[in-house]
């Protein structure tokens, strides 16, 4: 079965700009034709996005029928977090908790997609993180993932994506994801892990923090997003894989 992957930090919706314009982020959305979209940065009732629930206001604007939230950060008034949204039904869903110590909360949003096969139903395990900004946290939250029920309980031939917003500036976090845990980047020019699809800033790409990796699944491509739009409406720019389970 083939599947197409997007990750994308929407940075809320408010582009390089300052304005904030969901319309934008569903037309880039829309136009890549992704199975499963997983976004970081999406605001449920903060002022500065109007108090939207912007994971129900995407999905409205392109058509997801399912789809699943993980709050992490606490404000004044509102939350945000990581939502993933999808084609096939999500069955099983948890936000996992990566804040460290007395850091920004962080958190990874785990969910099981139900892909229709000729046999019968196979199971994608996903797993949609923002990982902090300092080098001391982001081993110890890709620990958290690794030791949670939901990845540990896995079989290591189980389809399985672990994708995002890595914050991975030197690429430290990737040889742990490929030489040990056994999964493959599909967002680098190259095998391995050293030569990574630029994603951050936006509006001159300079550095590859946003990343998909997969497990039991064969990668057919990757690439990030050129459209002349998504230099402005986010300070990321999305990346896609083409999968086939």
Known sequence: MRLRILSYN???????????????????????????????????????????????????????????IGLNVKLRKGMYGNATLSRHPIIAE?????TIDKRKSRGCLYTQVSLPSRKQNAILSIFNLHLGISFRERPRQLGRIVRS???????VTAPCIMAGDFNDLWKRL??????????DCATNHKHGYQNAILT????SPANGLDKIFCRGIHIVKGKRCRLRSAKVASDHLPVIADLII
Do not use: C, W
């Open 10 to 68: 929407i940075h809320r919706a408010i582009g390089v700009d300052r304005r904030f314009r969901p319309n934008r982020i569903a037309k880039i959305i829309l136009h890549h034709n992704a199975d499963i979209v997983l976004l970081q940065e999406v605001d449920v009732g903060v002022p500065r996005s109007k108090r939207m629930d912007l994971s129900e206001t995407l999905a409205e604007l392109t058509g997801y029928p399912y789809r699943a």
């Open 149 to 155: 029920p939901e990845f540990s309980g896995l079989d």
């Open 200 to 203: 951050y800033p936006s509006f």
């Open 94 to 98: 948890k936000n996992i908790d990566l």
């Open 174 to 183: 990737a040889p742990m994801l490929t030489e040990i845990l056994g999964f």
